[in-house]
């Protein structure tokens, strides 16, 4: 494992760094000249202190700015300047202390000293960063100790990234990571992440496990460091959680040294990335009336040649339903405030952050306000080795939408046609049936305010009477809550007469939800950690844990207001006042180990694993271990490969292999399988309410729960991961790569394989004999330089994988048709139908060739498919497996960055392998002239256009259906290149700021996500999204400008 | 030292243990089986949940669930379904359908869900001998209802009577018809004795077993014996009949209008048997049958009609392309007394000839002089609707004719524009549908907020006293037959006592097309109309009988070709003064009504049959 963009960070934090102390090194300057304005004049020499020059630089001989110099033991200390010298005073057999991120710290013993001394120092750079600390489950590594298959991401240059959350941030930077968007509503847009091809991850934040949601809503700028745990040795330590892999974010604690205040702000605005043309009146008119031609109703039966020359010039006055419904750019702004600072005894960080997004409507009726703060504290008694950290965070979320939801809206849109109309000529809301803007405009919402407390607190004892023995216990108890009101009242409207529908007070109504969820996680931990012989590294964990979540919700409605001035439940008609509510508990816990044992971080291995219970099963059946073993052999660090490294080619290479068995006990959606519903082993009835009416009185009912199932249990993923990792160039180059090879077992299914359907019940789940396999590669290489004044470093990281139905529950229906059945597999193909599909050309075709039984009026333009078993006819039996579904099985990316006197450049480039995206009915066309809607759907056969994109005009009812059937023909591959961000900046402490005491960093950037794509699928709408029908919030183009500001 | 080392030993294994009890979390929200069955109260909310999927599963909102459509209105003529005549509605009527097709069947869960109940409750030892007694008739009665459902679609079904295990032989054979209809009529008969003379609306009576009963053995009679006079089953459906004291002069019966144009007056309906209701609490338009009733209006129709036939109010986000239009096919079935008092058909009176206009040759709007169930039923050119809120235009460029349908067909031509309203949810036939239309239901924008109580009738004494005379027409005594059909005639139809015997006292014969047969499939079809599908059964159950019955899987007369089943679909276009009309004929892509002899038993869905191994019905192999 090599950490993401390591080296990137390492010049852009040496450049930043450098930048954020400037003011400080005037201040040390300032400071210097005051304590050395005696010196020119020789008289007054303070007694017993000598005033200290020197130079510190690098070891090609470039200046280091910012670096800290410090005599051990004494507050004393300053700063390099950007000519790298430094003024301090400092007495004999004072240990001088000299340190910069990314180089290795270096102790002088002033054994000498007088007033013209002056010291010429070179610092060396922390060569391969090997030893930086890496943030594991409970617990720590560094690379040179790490053997299991994990990666880091830098989120530092992330800041200027206008990004409303952290999953896009994470797209397209981190080997074995796949992050697709699919929408980009605010308050909405958290995209899918995979890891590796698996299900939804395990999201650990500041050692407690957290949910996406939480993840989602982080403030970026807090986070420290991001590790993605991927193979069995790096997540057993999560036992059944974290088959899917784990996500693990470190939040920033305070640094000893100065006190730093940061700002920034950032404005940026919100377009559709590739909105698709849609058909104008005239060519909507053009398409009814092929369309009706093609179903028997004559030439123009839908508007006469008179009528279309017509419309032809007056284009304007027809409707454009995007552009009556939707601005051309929505506002986004983001700001945050952090402070940092703190002595070896008290640490501490805090920060504010906010943020604001609108949407794409044209009214202000959708957005969301966030608002995240977080303080966290760090003291260290350091008599009896005791280390309290407090960590107190929140947010507050804010989201508005209109009365109807994404889907509806757009639903409501793409149904339009030109020749309908949202207002009347008076410019009143028209009564167009399902008229978008009656929503947009309409005095209904829906508003949500979601708060989030967690408290936090860490306690470490490092126990005075084993050197290496710590003994700790973590806590965290939060509480989110969430109230929500949905009123709902329709905008007046007018018909063609002028006639006003004004909302009938019955037709008003309100519903108000409120929820509290409480959790609360402990860890009690004991650590150890010994050298033996200088050779030997021993390093063991154990760790207690326990998680307890206790929720519930309250939820009211109400109709019938007379006023709407009093938006309150009991306003409305009291009998209509209805009320529910829920509650729940849910609790788990863990033991977990870890040994690991290193000869000279030359040869490591290591154990982990976790003995985790869950209430998910009947007791007894609860708890399960997760063992992992790793190895890594650090090869570069044997004698006989030093002829290699001194080469220059290698300088680090180590080899590494693991295995173990992760669990998974989460709701996940497979469609072959159930899931892990809660309480499914305990046999229950339902209590129904509501659901008879009796004497005119609802009465409830109790129907049988579903059967319990007792011997269910979690399901086992067994992970093997062989890497390398390795460093060349002199560490210019560095890279890691990656084989995965993952079998879940374990499926729970009802025993499918007998008919037993007259029982009347379910049968009990039973662990089946369903496997899943994954097998892929996944890598990364950065190679980083500096070429004078420029700083480049270029990276780039790939995941490729194959997952397959290994074993599959399918019945014997399915069985029946090798051809569609999924056992033996790949897992990602777009669906099952008809293959080999072309366009009948000519009546030939459609004679001499096979064709389905109930095509009865096949002509050139419809779809030919292909007779798979040759028997002459095309029916079930030819339906085959077909395609490369949306979600990749091949992702890449590139990370650039640039840095030049003060300027920088970073842009990340995100692609995928094969993909195909399904054409739905909607994109089809095939329910008819209501889903006509874009000018790409025009492009149908004729004798003049035979490669069209769609076949000729039609509809599902027309031949039954021939046209429409599943098939390959409307699987279209989506593949694309995108530049997913690109962000300019420029900082002022390069020129004009330079002498700013009190400044430390000035920065203005501008900033761009998902500016460009390439692909084929382009032209029907943004490549990424699930499918093209356009019936969901779109994508976005962001475009952003903003500045950093440090004191 | 020691004394830390303690303390940290002592908060380890606090934490190691206890481990158990801190996993043990229960949910807040079921209860379990033994709390079901040992007490009276959530044993009575067990039974519930089978009269509501059982009652549910044959509503009339089933005609919007592909799946029912064989169960629903628009497999006969009596109605256009969907905007136009639309090919997706219209397909089963033109007998597309093929062993593909699911049409459902018997619910396995449900059944289970019955067995345990009977066995829980016999075996309990906390529950009273009489709240056995009654709960058992309750179970025995709902799976006679549910067994009913599948028996007229299929014939012989699986019998499962009590609780299957994973040791049984699932693979259960069909029993014959006669055995299903025996087990069902088994079932009720049990039921009769042991449920109360009365209970809480919504519950099974002995009358409800009675009613149900007499449905039951009426297509038993046709299906297992051919209808022949001497069969057993029609003594059932008398003896059935006079359980339920059905008398000459139809003292049970109230006024039609009563129990389908408002929930209070259903309620207190004496006529209605057993109802099914919904609450106003969770049902909104969108939940009963007039969702599918809606006529729209939002000013799209022309000047002309703007100015002849305004609309103040617009009438929009209401009904759906489901759509039922009454067909000129079943408004010709409402008779009309003519000048002198006597009953006849429509077209035989005298207003053909004397009435200035359309509404007083057939209509009559001011004298109500047809069948009243005509005025509670079927909306007509120039009603009043949505509580007096608009007068609608059914007519040639009428403000809520169909500008697409047939009513407007060339009006290009001769007006120059596009006649009628171009809302395509408006009628195609010249009618729209108003029984089950509560009179109280006005325009909304959105008609899931109109929150309403709603009550379907499952069993009523109408169709009884309808019951009670098909089986004396069938065993040939026609005097009784003509007796217990004029109480319907009478206080349903308003027509005068003495004019109904009138009209049927010439009327003889129960063949298809001899007077008596035709007059009380006529009297049979505008009382049941919309009600549990009845006219489709009704004829499958006469068209049986012309074939002799079911036996070895065959027809035993080879299968009589049902007429009133096939062919175009009628409507009426008036002329745009409202003086003159013509009917015209509709079909769609997929064509008019078809029937053949396969028919009488539908395909049972092919891909249950292979798994559940049981035979497919004749003709749909």
């Given at each position: ?36 304005t005696?010196?020119p ?6 007694q ?32 390099t ?31 000498n ?5 002056f ?15 890496v ?25 200027a ?10 797209q ?6 796949i ?21 939804e ?5 500041d050692?407690f496990?957290?949910d ?26 999560y ?18 040294g ?22 104008n ?16 109703q004559?030439l ?11 419309i ?31 002595s ?9 952050n906010?943020?604001?997004?609108g949407?794409?409507y ?27 950290d ?10 508005k939408?209109?009365g109807?939801g ?5 639903s ?20 167009q ?27 470490n ?97 109400s ?18 006042i ?19 044992y ?12 976790r ?19 790793s ?8 004698s ?24 998974i ?8 399988e ?56 002199k ?8 084989w ?32 899943d ?15 004078g004044d ?63 039984e109930?095509s ?14 040759g ?127 009190w ?41 952003s ?7 | ?18 481990c158990t ?44 669930a ?7 209105e ?40 019955i067995?345990?109940?009977m ?6 030892p906390?529950l ?17 209802a ?21 040791e ?12 299903t ?32 009963l ?5 297509q ?42 408002s ?70 079935d ?13 077209g ?15 209509y009559?709007s ?6 009243a ?15 007096g ?9 009428g403000?809520c ?12 031509r ?47 004494y109408?169709?009884?006293y ?10 040939g ?11 319907t005639?009478v ?16 009327k003889t ?27 489709y059964?009704s ?25 009133e ?18 009917f ?38």
């Amino acid at each position: 494992m090599i950490k993401q963009n390591k080296k990137l960070s390492g010049h852009y934090r040496k450049v930043l760094l450098g930048l954020l102390v400037l003011s400080s090194i005037d201040v040390a300057d300032l400071r210097a000249t005051t304590w050395a304005t005696p010196l020119p004049n020789g008289g007054i020499v303070q007694q017993q202190k000598n005033v200290l020059k020197g130079t510190i630089k690098d070891e090609n001989g470039e200046p280091i700015i910012g670096a800290n110099v410090t005599i051990k033991g004494q507050n004393n200390g300053t700063i390099t300047d950007l000519k790298g010298n430094f003024v301090l005073k400092c007495e004999k057999n004072d240990i001088l202390i000299i340190s910069f991120i990314g180089y290795k710290t270096q102790k002088i013993q002033l054994t000498n000293v007088g007033n013209n001394l002056f010291l010429n120092i070179s610092m060396q750079s922390d060569n391969n960063l090997l030893d930086e600390i890496v943030v594991v489950g409970y617990g720590t590594t560094s690379v040179r100790k790490n053997s299991a298959s994990i990666a880091t991401v830098d989120t530092k240059p992330l800041k200027a990234v206008p990004y409303s959350d952290m999953t896009s941030a994470l797209q397209g930077r981190v080997a074995g990571v796949i992050v697709q968007q699919g929408s980009a509503e605010p308050g909405q847009n958290g995209a899918s992440v995979s890891i590796r091809g698996n299900g939804e991850p395990l999201y650990v934040i500041d050692g407690f496990i957290a949910d996406k949601e939480r993840f989602l809503s982080l403030n970026k700028d807090d986070i420290k460091s991001t590790t993605v745990l991927k193979d069995a040795a790096s997540t057993a330590v999560y036992g059944m959680n974290a088959g899917n892999g784990v996500i693990l974010v470190t939040t920033k604690q305070g640094e000893e040294g100065r006190l730093s205040i940061d700002y920034q702000s950032n404005f940026g605005f919100n377009q559709l990335s590739y909105p698709t043309e849609r058909m104008n009146a005239f060519e909507y008119a053009t398409a009814i009336n092929k369309l009706n031609q093609s179903l028997g109703q004559g030439l123009n039966s839908f508007k006469s040649p008179q009528e279309m020359d017509e419309i032809a010039k007056n284009l304007g006055s027809y409707t454009n339903w995007e552009k009556t419904c939707m601005r051309n750019s929505a506002p986004q702004n983001e700001h945050s405030l952090s402070i940092s600072g703190g002595s070896q005894k008290l640490k501490f960080y805090g920060s504010l952050n906010y943020l604001k997004q609108g949407g794409i409507y044209k009214t202000d009726v959708l957005n969301l306000n966030r608002y995240n703060y977080r303080t966290n504290v760090s003291a260290y008694f350091d008599k009896i080795g005791v280390t309290v950290d407090l960590n107190v965070n929140g947010s507050i979320k804010d989201e508005k939408y209109p009365g109807a939801g994404a889907w509806t809206i757009y639903s409501r849109m793409r149904d339009r046609t030109p020749f309908e109309k949202a207002f009347n000529k008076d410019g009143n809301l028209s009564n167009q049936f399902d008229n978008p803007m009656l929503v947009l405009q309409g005095p209904g919402y829906v508003k949500l305010r979601t708060v989030y407390n967690q408290l936090a607190a860490k306690v470490n004892w490092d126990l005075p009477w084993v050197k290496g023995l710590s003994v700790g216990f973590d806590g965290n108890y939060n509480i989110e809550s969430q109230s929500k009101v949905d009123w709902k009242e329709t905008a007046t409207y007018y018909d063609d007469n002028g006639n006003a529908t004004v909302d009938n007070p019955s037709n008003i109504s309100i519903s108000r939800s409120a929820y509290m969820d409480n959790q609360y996680d402990w860890n009690f931990r004991v650590n150890y950690k010994t050298t033996i012989k200088n050779n030997h590294n021993i390093q063991a964990t154990l760790v207690h844990t326990r998680q307890f979540y206790k929720g519930d919700n309250l939820a009211s409605a109400s109709n019938t207001f007379y006023t709407t001035a009093i938006k309150q439940i009991q306003k409305g008609d009291a009998a209509s006042i209805t009320g529910s509510n829920w509650e729940g508990e849910k609790a788990s816990m863990g033991y977990v180990g870890r040994l690991h044992y290193d000869y000279k971080n030359q040869y490591i291995i290591e154990f982990s694993g976790r003995y985790d219970g869950s209430d998910n099963f009947p007791s007894k059946k609860r708890f399960g271990f997760f063992p992992s073993i790793s190895l890594g052999w650090a090869i570069s660090e044997e004698s006989f490969f030093k002829k290699v490294k001194d080469l220059g080619v290698f300088d680090y290479l180590k080899m590494r292999g693991s295995y173990g068995q992760i669990g998974i006990n989460i709701k996940d959606n497979d469609d072959n399988e159930k899931d892990h519903w809660d309480y499914a082993y305990l046999s229950t009835y339902n209590y129904n309410t509501n659901a008879y009416v009796v004497n005119g009185k609802l009465v409830n009912t109790v129907t049988p729960g579903s059967t319990p199932s007792i011997n269910m249990t979690w399901y086992t993923r067994t992970k093997y991961d062989i890497g390398f990792d390795f460093m060349t160039l002199k560490n210019k180059l560095e890279g890691t790569i990656d084989w995965f090879f993952e079998k879940t077992k374990g499926y729970l299914s009802a025993n499918n394989y007998r008919y037993t359907k007259p029982i009347g019940y379910e049968l009990p789940l039973e662990v089946s004999k369903a496997e899943d396999r994954i097998e892929g590669l996944d890598g990364s290489l950065k190679y980083s330089d500096k070429i004078g004044d420029l700083d480049f470093s270029v990276g780039a990281n790939f995941t490729l994988y194959n997952s397959l139905y290994a074993k599959t529950n399918e019945d014997s229906v399915t069985l029946a048709n090798p051809r569609i059945r999924k056992q033996g597999e790949k897992m990602n193909y777009v669906g099952t139908g008809y293959i080999g599909t072309k366009f009948y050309q000519s009546p030939e075709e459609v004679l001499n060739n096979p064709k389905r039984e109930t095509s009865k009026d096949l002509r050139p333009g419809d779809l030919w498919y292909a007779d798979i078993n040759g028997d002459g006819k095309i029916d079930g039996q030819d339906q085959h497996r077909y395609g490369h579904n949306s979600s990749p099985s091949f992702v890449y990316g590139f990370d650039i960055f640039l840095g030049w006197k003060g300027f920088n450049v970073m842009a990340n480039i995100q692609g995928t392998g094969p993909r195909e995206t399904y054409m739905n009915s909607y994109v089809q066309g095939s329910e008819g002239e209501r889903r006509l809607d874009f000018k790409y759907q025009l492009d149908t056969w004729s004798p003049e256009n035979r490669n069209a994109t769609f076949p000729r005009p039609g509809n599902n009812s027309m031949n039954s259906n021939n046209n429409y059937a599943s098939s390959d023909f409307w699987s279209v591959k989506s593949q694309y290149v995108r530049l997913k961000s690109l962000t300019l900046s420029y900082n002022f402490k390069y020129s004009v700021l330079k002498r700013v005491n009190w400044l430390q960093n000035f920065t203005v950037f501008a900033s761009g996500i998902n500016l460009l794509a390439v692909g084929p699928s382009v032209k029907y709408g943004d490549p990424e999204a699930k499918d093209f029908d356009g019936y969901s919030y779109p994508m976005m183009r962001t475009y952003s400008i903003g500045f950093q500001l440090g004191f | 030292m020691k004394k830390y080392i303690y303390s940290v030993a002592f908060l380890l294994l606090s934490g190691l243990t206890a481990c158990t009890d801190f996993l043990d979390t229960k949910p807040f929200d079921k209860i379990t089986e033994e709390q079901t069955w040992s007490s009276e109260n959530l044993t009575t909310s067990f039974i519930y949940q089978i009269y509501a999927d059982v009652l549910g599963s044959d509503s009339w909102t089933a005609a919007y669930a592909h799946q029912n459509s064989c169960r629903a209105e628009g497999m006969t003529k009596n109605v256009m379904v969907g905007t136009l005549n639309q090919a997706y509605w219209s397909n089963d009527r033109a007998e597309n359908m093929t062993k593909q097709n699911d049409y459902g069947w018997l619910s396995y869960n449900l059944l289970w869900r019955i067995h345990t109940a009977m066995d829980k409750i016999q075996n309990s030892p906390k529950l009273p001998a009489a709240y056995k007694d009654v709960a058992m008739g309750e179970l025995h009665f709902l799976r006679a209802a549910h067994y009913f459902l599948y028996a007229k679609q299929y014939g012989g079904l699986q019998i499962i009577d009590r609780i299957y295990s994973l040791e049984d032989d699932l693979q259960i054979p069909r029993s014959s018809i006669k055995d299903t209809y025996d087990f069902i009529i088994g079932d009720l008969e049990k039921a009769a004795t042991s449920l109360p003379e009365t209970a809480k609306r919504g519950l099974a009576t002995k009358s409800a077993a009675n009613a149900l009963l007499m449905r039951v053995a009426l297509q038993a009679a046709a299906y297992v014996d051919g209808g022949i006079a001497t069969s057993d089953y029609y003594k059932k459906v008398i003896t059935a009949g006079k359980a339920l004291k059905l008398n000459e002069s139809g003292s049970q019966l109230v006024s039609y209008e009563k129990m389908f144009r408002s929930y209070e007056q259903a309620i207190a309906s004496e006529e209605l048997i057993l109802t099914r209701e919904r609450s106003k609490v969770n049902t909104s338009l969108y939940d009963c049958p007039m969702q599918y009733q809606g006529l729209w209006n939002t000013g799209k129709y022309s000047t002309y009609a703007q100015q002849h036939f305004p609309i103040n109010v617009t009438m929009n986000f209401w009904g759906m392309d489901g759509g039922s239009w009454p067909t000129q096919d079943l408004v010709d079935d409402y008779l009309v007394q003519d000048t002198n008092g006597s009953i006849k058909y429509w077209g035989d009176a005298s207003y053909v000839n004397t009435g200035a206009n359309t509404d007083e040759k057939m209509y009559f709007s001011k004298t109500r002089k047809r069948d009243a169930r005509f005025y509670t039923t079927v909306l007509y050119d120039s009603c009043m609707y949505f509580n007096g809120q608009a007068r609608i235009f059914f007519r040639r460029d009428g403000n809520c004719s169909n500008a697409n349908s047939k009513i407007n067909e060339g009006s290009e031509r001769e007006y120059g524009y596009k006649a009628g309203n171009v809302e395509n949810y408006n009628s195609s036939t010249g009618y729209a549908m108003i029984k089950y239309h509560y009179d109280h239901v006005v325009s909304l924008q959105d008609p899931g907020a109109q929150k309403l109580d709603y009550c379907y009738s499952v069993l009523r004494y109408g169709e009884a006293y309808l019951n009670m005379a098909e089986a004396y027409l069938m065993t040939g005594d026609f005097a009784n037959a003509k007796k217990y059909m004029i109480p319907t005639m009478v206080i349903h139809g308003g027509f005068n006592q003495a004019k109904a015997e009138q009209y049927l006292a010439n009327k003889t014969g129960n063949d298809w097309n001899d007077e008596l047969f035709k007059a009380y499939k006529r009297e049979r079809n505008v009382e049941m109309v919309y009600e549990n599908n009845d006219r489709y059964w009704s004829l499958l159950r006469w068209g049986m009988r012309k074939s002799g019955g079911i036996k070895n899987n065959e027809y035993l007369n080879n299968g009589f070709i049902i007429p009133e089943l096939q062919g175009s679909l009628r409507g009426i276009r008036i002329s745009r003064d409202g003086k003159t009309y013509e009917f015209f004929e509709d079909n769609n892509a997929v064509g008019e009504a078809r029937f053949s002899t396969k028919r009488y038993l539908l395909p049972i869905n092919e891909s249950f049959r292979l798994k559940s191994g049981v035979k497919q019905n004749p003709g749909w192999e």
